[in-house]
């Protein structure tokens, strides 16, 4: 009893000590130090939330809070409704710790930016949005959340407003979220005709969900977490500051699709098509972002690709039926892509605005602790044994084998595992080893501890978290316990195929071949033409076709073919050939007299 | 005087834009720096052997072929500095970039912050005032009849004037702005 009412005080505590900057902090009259107060606000709120987390491994108490009901009709009640289960307990500490380490990074890199207090204020309203969308138990309080995160993943990618692709960028990202939202609305819309309620523990299982609501739900995922079909805007989403990246495109707002479907699985786990095809998508998207990571030459490009290869992982494991192993894959990955784009943040202030790891090179002696943490945080990409990435990433990859689902699916995760390895070998290695190719006179240094701190306690979370996280929670469905040696390592085999073929290819890339353009590298240069087939076709036949429809359909068709033209028509060729007797001669005017007068006279009789 | 930019580009000036381009697409390709040397060089070496053709018919048809396998041999994803047109720090701080007329409407007690400048504004901008028929008198005059053909403006002709737009220029706002 009392430990429910510790669990919801403390989880509430901490949304109210993130919500207090923004009430207060406008108020205030000393404007000049609010990123330091509002990363000490994130920090404490981190602190708090240590209190529910540990409360719920030690005594696994969840609990289901509604606060007020908005009447909307006397039959569909909408409360205020909070769940704090394993899911939203283990979430709040990983997303707080990660914003923690990224804010009090962007204090030293945003420094010299004039508007600093806006940027904080929008990461924080992310913040708080994308907590609202987790904690949430119903899908009207979810929906509040996922519009908050699209609506300030708006604003903060198109931060530098002046340039144009940024607002293209902000642009796209937006349009994609809306395609995504359709079927979040449709689903939500299905759930309350059938069931009445958007509370999630109401929905009663019936035994085959119909397909079309669950098709909406990964439409909804789709888009939000940059699936195959809707992920151009994940690259060009970093347009935006590191900071940005980092927390937005890479540990939170990209995972809100999956969460959806972690809170959905109930619904999804009894269809079989829907399951099978999250299967398959995760798989196409895993590879098709892989395959583009490989010839990426721009730093943040690399990790948003990584990103991206990495969430249709996740939605493989949702298409395997194990919620809980993605949610686990949420949590490792937030720590080890934070500390890669904060890392690579580091790396690009350090060298004057460069991004483009051609002209990086030797950074392992320039920045010591920057490029540990980067070898670390690739490490764990990777999958290496017992860092934190092994742990979920391993588990699905068993979980895959041994599943007998889907072959198909199985080869492309398992050659997407190999090319992950690849890229970020390549980028380690193009980026710290090797001489210098920078520009000599850049202020290449840490000595800042803004710098190292996020990024060695981020590096302590990449190498714990996965260890920890597995101890304390106990897994709801039984992991795969006995399988043959080649299946148990097949993802560290693979991710070895990837080290070698990276070490082959930085080899080749020494030897004095002329180079050239080859048909595998512009199809992985220019992201599989998925952006010109797109988006020009896909406009261009829809403002056609209302062209088409104003002009042609309307004033054509309408007013004239149904009218006087068409009359026209109808009547030209009898027109045509009656004009031929019209010769102006009384003889054949005479005859045609005669002959009518004969036909009436014929017909009379 | 300094040459002038034409409304046209010389020989010289493409076979020049096309060395260029192809030994930055090269650094594109050849990431490390000793095979990128080797190829320049005999990037080079190809140039230099028709570097005395004084045909202009062959010259223009070599340059031509040369272009063809520019596009032919070009990197997908160039080097681009990150403040040039199409890098990554490009028009960043575009939307800092205020013009000076806001100046105008700060609070005396922003302006108070800067005396000396505001002191002697509005005496500047009497000046502006005075000079601009004559500026826009001699722009009038200079540009031939059907429009400009290059971007750059005359210096000032007579004794006591300005030069054309001079008033744009100074008070144009820094590269990388505070």
Not at chain 1, 506 to 517: A, D, G, V
Request: aromatic letters at 10%; charged letters at 15%; a positive charge.
């Amino acid at each position: 009893m009392e430990t429910t009412l510790l669990l919801n005080t403390s989880l509430l505590l901490t949304l109210a000590i993130i919500l207090t900057p923004t009430l207060l902090l406008p108020m205030s009259k000393t404007s000049s130090n609010s990123p330091t107060t509002i990363t000490r606000t994130v920090k404490t709120a981190f602190l708090i939330s240590l209190v529910p987390m540990t409360l719920f491994m030690l005594s696994g108490t969840e609990s289901i809070t509604s606060y007020w009901e908005w009447k909307f009709t006397t039959n569909f009640k909408i409360p205020l409704s909070f769940k704090m289960d394993q899911y939203s307990m283990m979430f709040f500490p990983i997303a707080l710790f990660v914003t923690w380490s990224i804010l009090q990074f962007a204090t030293w890199y945003m420094a010299s930016e004039p508007h600093i207090t806006k940027f904080f204020f929008y990461l924080l309203t992310f913040l708080i949005a994308m907590l609202i969308l987790t904690i949430a138990n119903n899908m009207f309080l979810l929906f509040i959340g996922w519009e908050g995160v699209g609506m300030m993943s708006f604003l903060l990618i198109g931060w530098w407003q002046g340039r144009a692709e940024a607002n293209t960028a902000a642009l796209q990202a937006v349009l994609y979220n809306r395609i995504g939202d359709i079927g979040l609305i449709l689903s939500m819309a299905w759930l309350a005709s059938t069931m009445n309620t958007w509370e999630m523990q109401q929905a009663p299982l019936p035994t085959q969900t119909p397909t079309l609501p669950l098709l909406g739900l990964i439409l909804a995922a789709t888009g939000k977490s940059a699936q195959f079909g809707l992920h151009p805007w994940l690259p060009a989403a970093m347009e935006g500051p590191t900071p940005v990246s980092a927390l937005l495109h890479s540990s939170t707002m990209v995972v809100a699709g999956i969460f959806l479907l972690i809170r959905t699985h109930p619904l999804l786990a009894n269809n079989p098509t829907a399951l099978t095809l999250c299967l398959c998508l995760g798989a196409l998207s895993t590879l098709f972002a892989a395959t583009c990571a490989l010839t990426q030459n721009d730093i943040k490009k690399i990790i948003a690709f990584s990103t991206s290869s990495q969430l249709g992982l996740m939605m493989v494991t949702i298409g395997l039926n194990l919620p809980q192993l993605a949610f686990l894959h949420i949590s490792t990955h937030a720590f080890f892509k934070a500390m890669l784009f904060l890392c690579s943040g580091t790396i690009i202030h350090s060298l004057n605005g460069e991004q483009d790891i051609r002209k990086m090179g030797g950074l392992q002696k320039m920045l010591p602790t920057t490029t540990s943490c980067l070898t670390i945080g690739n490490l764990a990409l990777m999958g290496t044994p017992f860092l934190a990435g092994f742990y979920s990433k391993d588990l699905i990859i068993e979980s895959l084998n041994t599943s007998y689902l889907n072959t198909w699916a199985l080869l492309l995760t398992l050659l997407a595992t190999s090319f992950t390895a690849t890229y970020s070998l390549r980028m380690t290695l193009l980026v710290q080893t090797g001489f210098p190719r920078t520009p000599t006179n850049s202020p290449t240094n840490e000595n800042n501890p803004m710098i190292t701190n996020p990024i060695t306690r981020l590096a302590l979370g990449s190498i714990l978290a996965g260890l920890l996280i597995t101890s304390y929670i106990t897994p709801t469905k039984t992991p795969p316990m006995t399988m043959p040696t080649t299946t148990k390592t097949a993802a560290v085999i693979a991710t070895a195929l990837g080290i070698a073929l990276a070490m082959e290819l930085s080899t080749m890339t020494h030897t004095l071949t002329y180079p050239k353009q080859n048909p595998h590298l512009n199809f992985s240069s220019s992201l599989g033409y998925f952006n010109p087939l797109m988006h020009r076709p896909n406009t261009t036949n829809l403002l056609n076709s209302g062209q088409k429809i104003a002009s042609h359909l309307i004033d054509l068709s309408w007013y004239k073919k149904m009218g006087p033209e068409g009359l026209t028509d109808l009547q030209l060729m009898a027109i045509k050939t009656s004009t031929t007797l019209h010769t102006g001669l009384i003889k054949t005017y005479l005859g045609s007299f005669a002959l009518s007068i004969i036909l009436i006279l014929s017909t009379q009789t | 005087g300094e040459p002038q930019m034409a409304a046209y580009l010389t020989h010289q000036q493409k076979v020049l834009r096309l060395y260029k381009k192809s030994l930055r697409h090269l650094e594109s390709w050849c990431i490390y720096r000793d095979k990128y040397r080797y190829f320049a060089c005999l990037l080079r070496e190809r140039f230099d052997k028709n570097k005395d053709v004084k045909d202009m018919v062959k010259a223009t048809e070599l340059l031509k072929a040369g272009e063809e396998e520019f596009w032919a041999n070009q990197h997908p994803q160039p080097y681009i500095f990150p403040d040039s047109p199409g890098g990554t720090s490009y028009e960043r701080y575009e939307c800092y970039k205020i013009p000076e007329w806001c100046l105008d409407y700060w609070h005396p007690s922003e302006k108070a912050m800067y005396p000396d400048y505001f002191a002697k504004r509005e005496q500047w901008k009497k000046l502006q005032r005075e000079s601009w028929d004559k500026e826009i008198k001699q722009l009038e005059e200079e540009t031939p009849a059907d429009g400009p053909s290059t971007e750059a403006l005359p210096p000032a002709r007579k004794e006591g004037h300005l030069p054309p737009l001079w008033w744009q220029y100074v008070t144009r706002p820094r590269e990388i702005p505070m």
